[in-house]
C-alpha cells in the first residue's frame, strides 16, 4: 500500500505507552496537546485535535497552533465522565499556501495573473459550505480574479483577510494524516480533589471498653465533617477471623476477647459481604451511609482481597489458595516473617475466572449498598492485570466509583498500578520532610509523565506508617505535615483521632503506633477541641473555596533564601484562582527569608502596580511592591496561605 | 479476556515510536537494552531479550539483570545486514523465589520440611531438559528432599550455587509476559564509517577549458585512495536540460557554450537513466565504477527527483507535473524566488503510482549498473513516507545499498528523514563553530533518541556552502574543520578540491562559492600537493586505524580550561580502541589549558599508574599521572589525536 500523504505527526502528548493507557482528568479539566506537525517542501499546514465523548457520535474539531520549532498546540476541556478520545490530524492546506506565495509575488511586484486564475478552484472547493454572505463575496471574487481590467481589485482581495479566514475556518483537507485514538478517563471532581479523615469504627464508642459500632459512628459524623473532611475511610468492617486471630500489638497469641485485625477478613460469621456484627447489621451500615452523604461526607470502604483461615472461601473454593504439601493452606509470608491471620490469594489458581467474577461481585455488592469509594489494600501484591480489568468492569456502569491505591513499595509498582486504572495512589510524602526532598518528589510527581495518570494522595500518617518525625513532635510539626500534605496535594488524607490529638506512641524503634488499633479497640474523648483542629479546619476551608487547592499538577516552587521555608505558587486551569503557600519546616524557632514572586507566571501583574495578597490564615493583607518579599513564621502559626491579587 | 500474567514490561528501549521505525546498527555492532520490569508481590521474576534475524527461524535470548529500581538492562550483537527482531520476556521465577525462602527460613533457623517437598515440583518440571549429570544430581536432590534423615543434607543441597545455576539457566517459564517485536535494521559498516570525497567530474580534465569526462576522473582515483577516501559522490552525471539552462553564477540567461547546473535532469539526450553525452558513456561510467572499487573506493551517485523543462517526463508524463491555468509547467518556487530551469515533481498526482515505481526503477537500474550508493537532493522537499517504501524497496533485495539524505532544513524534518529510512543524513555541522555549539549539537545528535535511527554526516563544505568562516580562512582553520568533523563524526565528507586547495571565493556577502561549478566547468592542477592534504591523509588514516573513530555516538566530552579548546574522548564498544582528541578552535593564536581526563570511563586504570597517550599527529608519547593535564596547541597543527594506553 503506498501513503501518498504528505504531513508528519510525531511526538504527539499527553500519550501513555503509545494509546494503551488512557490519560486522566476530572470533568471540566483542560488538555493540553502538543505535537511536532510538518510536511515536506514549503507548503503551508493545518493540523487540528479531534475529540469525542464515548458516547457521543460526531467529534469536536479545535484547530492547533504552530509554535516554534514545528512544535504545535491546543487546548480543550472534557467536559464529562466516562472515555474520550482523541487524535490529531494534519494536512497540506493548499490555499493558505496559495495565498502566502501570491502575496509574496504582489510585494516583489511580480504580474500574477495566472496565480488569480489558479485561485478561483480554491474558493470553488469551499464554496458548499458556506454562509450565502461568504457566497456572495467569493462570487465576487470569482469574477474579479478572470477579469483582467479589476486586476488592481483582484489582487488585494486575493490577499484579504477575509479571504483568509475563509480558508482558515474551512480547509479544504485532501490526504489527511492522523494519528490513531488516544484516550482520555474523566472523572469526577472528587478523583482529584478530596479530603480523607479514617478511623477505626470500633473505636467509636463513648464508653470505654465497649465496641464502638455504625450508630455510635453516626454521632461521629458532624465532627468529621466540620472539620472539613469530605470522606470518612474505615478499615474493613467484615467480620474478623478467629483462627490464628493475632493479639494486642501484634501478637501471634490473642488473649480471650482480643479483637483481631480487620484485615483478617472472615470467619464462620461470613466474608467479604458481611458486615462484623459487633459494628452493627447492613441496615445500620446503609443509614450511616446516607446520613454521611448528607452531611457532604462519603463513606469509603477497604478492599482488602485476603482471608482469614476461617473464611469461608477457604472451604468454598480451595483451588483459590495454595496448598502445601503437608495439606494445610498457604498462610501469607515475606520470610522469614509470618502472617499466619492471613491467607494470600493464590491468582495463578486455575480457578482465577471465578476469583475475579467474585470479587467483582463482592465491589457491585457494596456499590449497590451506596458505597463509591474503595481504598484498595495492598493492590501491589494482586496481578496489575486484574485490577485493570476490575477497574474498567466497575467504572464502565458506575463511573462515580473511585479506587485509591495503598501501596507503599517500589516507585515503578505504584506508578503502574495508577496507570492501570487506579484513580488515587498513596505517596512517599508520608517520609519526605526536608524541603529539597518536598520539592524533588513533588516536581517528580507534577512535572513528569505520572501528571498525566497518577493522583497523588498526601497522608501524614496512616495506622500503619506513625512516622519517626511526628513520634513525639510538637504541635507545630503537626499543623507543618497537615499544612504541606494538604497544600502541595488536593487529595490529602489523615488517619485519626491520633493525627489531630497528636498521639504517637510508637513500638521502640519501628514507624508503628505502639497499642495500634489494628489490633485492639482505643477509647476516646471525641469532644476534645484544640488548636491543630482549628487549622485543619481553616485549612479544610481554604481548599473549599480556591480552585488552586483543588489540584496539584499547577505548582511552581519558589525561591526563598532559607531551608527552613519552602514556598510555591498555584493555580486553577484559567488562573481565576492564584495561591501562594509558604510554610516553615522548624517546629521550634522562628524562622525568616526573602522569597521571590513568580511574576511572569501571575495571570495580572503590571510594573509599578503593587500584588496584593490577602492571608487566609491571619487576615492580613499586603500589598508587594517587589519581586523579593520578606517572610517571617513563628512555630506558632507555621505557614501563610496567601490569596493572590485579592 | 482476563489477563492471567503477573509482570509488567514497560518503558523498554531502544523503541522508536513504538516500534513502528527500527532502530539502525551496523554489522557487529552493540545493541544495549533496557526496560522496566516488575511483578506484583515479593516473588522472584527472570526476564530475558529474544532477538533474531528476519530470516532466522530460532530466537536467540539473553537474560536480563536487574539493576537500581526496577530497570533491567542486556546487550548482544548483531551479525548480519538486514532487519533483526528482537522483543522482552518476562516471568515469575517460582523456583528461585522457593530457593530464596527457604535461604531466608533456614537462616532464621526455621524447620523447612515442608518447603523442602515442595521443592520437588520444581525439580520435576525442569527435569526433561537436563543433562544426564544435572539429573543424576536432582534425583539425588529429591530422594534426600524427601527423607527426614537426611535432613542437614536436604537444606544445604536446597540452597546451593549448583541448583540455583540450574533454575536460573532452566527456568519453568509459565505465564510469561512479552512485549511486541520490536525492529533493528543493520547495514554493513560504511552506513557507520565512511570518508566522502566530491569533485565535478566535468572539472576533472587536465586541460584547461575542456569538459572533464568519466575517462579524466580515472586518473583521479588514485589521488582521492591516497588521501583515504572511500567514497567518492558525483553530482549528477545525466544529460543536463537546455530550456531554461542557468548560466555561470546563477544567471537566468545561459550564454551560448554554458554547461548548465547538472540538477537540471533531462534533455533531449535522455533522463535520469542516461548519462550526460560529454562526460562519456554508460560503458565508461561502469569501468570507472569498477576500477573505483579495485582501490577501495565506492562511487555515490546523486539521486535528484525533479526535472529540467525538456526532460521526456514532461512530454511522456504530464501527469506528474502541476499545470498553471496559463497551459505552462509550474516550475520550482519558493517566493519571491524562481527556479525555472527546474520543474518540482506533482507528488499529489493522480498518476503517483506510476511515478514511484519509475522512480524505484531508476534506483534499482543504477543499482544494476554497479552503484551501491546514493546521495539524495533535497528529499525534504518530497513526501516522507514515499522514502520510506522505496528504501525500503530497495534494502529488501540490496541491503548493501545506503542513501544520504542532504536536507538542510528545520531539524524535526531532517530528523523524520531519518527515521523514515536514509542510512546517513548531512547535519548543520557545517554551521557549529564555536565549542559551545559543537558540544550541544553533538550532545543532540548522540544523547538523545537520535542516535538511534539518525547516522550524521559531517561536512565542513559542499557545492552549496561556502560557509563565512572558512571565507578567506587560513590552513589552520581549514585543518580544524577536517578534523573536527572527521573525529567528532564517523561518517564525514568534503567537497574539493576547493577545500583541500582552500578556494574560498564567494558571491558577496553569500556562502555561495564564486564561479560555482553548479554552473561552470574549473580548472584545477590536480597534482598540487601542500600541508592540508598531508593534514587530512594523515587524519583518514587514524580513523581507519581506530575503531573509536568509526563511531559516533561513544562520545565523551572533557573538561578543559579553555573555550579555544575542545576535547573529547571515543571509545569503541569493547573499549579496544580509546581515542583522546583535542582541537584548537583559534587558527592564529597558540592556546593552551589544562584538560581533566576520563579517568572513570577509561578502560584500564589504576591509581599511581600513569595514563599512557601517543600523539598520532606528532608521533610522541607521554606518561600522565594526574587526572588535570597541561595542553598546548599552535595554529601550524591545531590538533592532537591521541591514542590512549598504548
Redesign the interface.
Known sequence: M?????V?I?YVSPVL??GEFPIKRVVNEVVNVDA?I?G???DLIGASVLFKHENARKWNEVRMKPGF??EWHVSFYVEKQGYYEYKVEGW?DHALTWQ??????I??R?RV??EL??GVKFIEAIYKRLSADDRAYLDHLKKIFNDENSYDNAISEAVSDRLYHLFYIFPDK??VNSTKNYKIYVDRLKARFSTWYEFFPRSASEKEGVHGTFKDCEKLLPRVAEMGFDTLYFPPVHPIGEVNRKGKNNSTNAAPGDVGSPWGIGSRLGGHKDIHPELGSLKDFKLLIKKANKMGVEIAMDFALQVAPDHPWVKEHPEWFKW???G?VQYA????KKYQDILPIH??SEG??DL?QESLDILLYWIDQGINIFRVDNP??????FW??IIRKIKKDHPDVLFLAEAFT????MQ?LAKQGFTQSYTYFTWRESKHELIEYVEELTKTEQREYMRPNFWPNTPDINPYHLQGANESKYIQRYALAATLSSNVGIYGPVFEYMISAPLPNREEYLNSEKFQIAHYDWNLKNNLISVITKINQIRKEEEALQQTNHIKFCQIENDNLIAFYKWNDDKSSEILVVVSLDAYNTQSGTMQLPLSDLKETEPGRPVQVYDFMTGNSYNWYEEWNYIELQPGLPLHIFKINK
Chains 1, 2 share one sequence.
Do not use: A, C, M
Open positions: 503506498l501513503n501518498q500523504r504528505r508528519v510525531d505507552n503509545h511536532h510538518f515536506d517542501g514549503h520549532n514545528d497540506i502566502h506565495g501570491i502575496k509574496r509575488k510585494e516583489d511580480q495573473t495566472s486564475l489558479e485532501k490526504l502445601r504439601p503437608d494445610t509470608e515475606n520470610p522469614p491468582f495463578e482465577y475466572e475475579w501491589h501484591t494482586k496481578p496489575f492485570y485493570n480489568w517500589n516507585p515503578k509498582v503502574q
